[in-house]
Structures are given as structure tokens and as C-alpha cells.
């Protein structure tokens, strides 16, 4: 991979059928809203990285092994990565068929959790992009990393956000992060801002060589943190 030393980063997070990018430069975090992923990637075709928080790849049948490995590592808090479906339950048009695609190869069911998330996950398989520069990432491996010895707790209460802020701290400036946040279009909750932030925190690290693995050392079943 070109590391292109110097150049911005961005991270992705979802945001009820948008996107939010967080891009950073070494310096601080600016954001933005896109509307699709097409979008999200010519604003972001300038980065030497870009971490989204999505399945990037699909497992035929099973499991992910990174997936299997970013909750090992995440213990207690394992519930907040979803299997990522097999990748025939792309071509379905509903959670009950989805479910029995996913019985037949991989004797579970797909949580609804999932299934919400398959339009997003249909629209990143669905892009071209160099998989050696868009690469996938997950917010609350990135958080552990970040303050390995905070105890994170659920990132909806008011405490978790606080601790999920305060890691941000340890490398942005919490003033200007505020102000940024404060210039979003009104649809995204403060979690997605803050994860597609953490997804920077990865991407940053990936740009650099600096960065762990879940899974794969290439994109064929890989999480960047």
C-alpha cells in the first residue's frame, strides 16, 4: 500500500441511510454527511485511507474468522459486532428467506439487527474501490485501543458516551471536535458521528502501518483497528 505520509484519512459510520464521514488530517476531524456510497467515496477518493464501519466481505458459508477474533477481543462487549450473513443472502428480498439461506449453510438464523444493516452491506459489495485503501473497521475495537484500561460501558448512556469522548480526547482536541459536531445537518445521532470519528482513529493507524488485524493480513476476511 502507498502510505502517502501526510495525507488525510477518513472514517464511515451509518447513519439511517447516509453516511457520515469523518475526515482527519493529523490535526483535526471535519464532518460530513453523504447520501450514498458512491458519494462517500469521491469525497473521500483524496485519502490515503478510508475505515468503514461495514462488512467489507462475505463469508460463504460460516463465520468471518475476524469477526471471530474482534469479539474475542472485545469480550464482554462481543454483541456490538453481528455475524456478517453469508453472501447468497444478498440476492433475498425478505428477513424470512434471508434466515432460511442462512439455516442451510450456516445452521443459524441472521438477527434482525442484520438485516437492517443488509442495504448497507448491498451497497458496499455493489462499489469498486482499492481494497487496500478502503478497508473495514469496527468503532468499539478502535475505543479499547484507544483507553485499553477504560471500562466501556453501553455507548447509549450518558457515561459511555462521556468514556467514548474522552478516548477521542487522548488524540483530537474535544473543543473543536464539539464545533465540528455542531455543524452536521441535524440526521445523525452522536453515536454515528463518534464512530465514523473512532473509524478515522483506524484508518489513520492503517495508513501508517501502525494498526491491528482481526482476521486476515489482506482484505479477504479482514478488521482494521
Not at 24 to 30: A, F, L, P, Q, T
Not at 86 to 104: F, G, H, K, M
Not at 176 to 201: K, N, R
Not at 202 to 207: P, T, V
Amino acid at each position: 500500500m502507498d502510505v502517502r505520509a501526510g495525507n488525510a484519512v477518513a472514517g464511515v459510520d451509518g447513519a439511517k441511510g447516509e453516511w457520515v464521514v469523518a475526515r482527519y488530517d493529523g490535526r483535526r476531524v471535519e464532518w460530513s454527511v453523504a447520501a450514498d456510497v458512491d458519494e462517500v467515496l469521491r469525497a473521500t477518493e483524496d485519502c490515503s485511507a478510508v475505515g468503514v464501519d461495514m462488512p467489507l466481505s462475505m463469508p460463504e458459508k460460516g463465520y468471518r474468522v475476524s469477526e471471530s477474533g474482534a469479539r474475542a477481543f472485545l469480550g464482554p462487549a462481543r454483541s456490538s459486532i453481528f455475524h456478517t450473513p453469508v453472501r447468497a443472502v444478498l440476492d433475498t428480498d425478505s428477513y424470512e428467506n434471508a434466515c432460511a439461506i442462512s439455516r442451510s449453510l450456516t445452521g443459524k438464523a441472521i438477527s434482525k439487527q442484520t438485516w437492517y444493516l443488509m442495504a448497507g452491506v448491498r451497497a458496499w459489495n455493489a462499489a469498486t474501490f482499492d481494497v487496500e485503501r478502503v478497508v473495514e473497521v469496527h468503532p468499539e475495537c478502535a475505543f479499547r485501543m484507544m483507553a485499553p484500561d477504560t471500562v466501556f460501558v453501553s455507548k447509549k448512556s450518558a457515561r459511555g458516551a462521556g468514556q467514548r469522548l474522552a478516548a477521542l480526547g487522548t488524540w483530537l482536541d474535544l473543543r473543536e471536535l464539539a464545533a465540528g459536531l455542531a455543524q452536521l445537518p441535524v440526521g445523525p445521532v452522536v453515536d454515528d458521528a463518534v464512530d465514523a470519528a473512532a473509524a478515522a482513529w483506524s484508518a489513520w493507524r492503517f495508513s501508517r502501518g501502525e494498526h491491528r488485524v482481526f482476521g486476515t493480513v489482506d482484505a479477504t476476511d479482514r478488521i482494521v483497528a
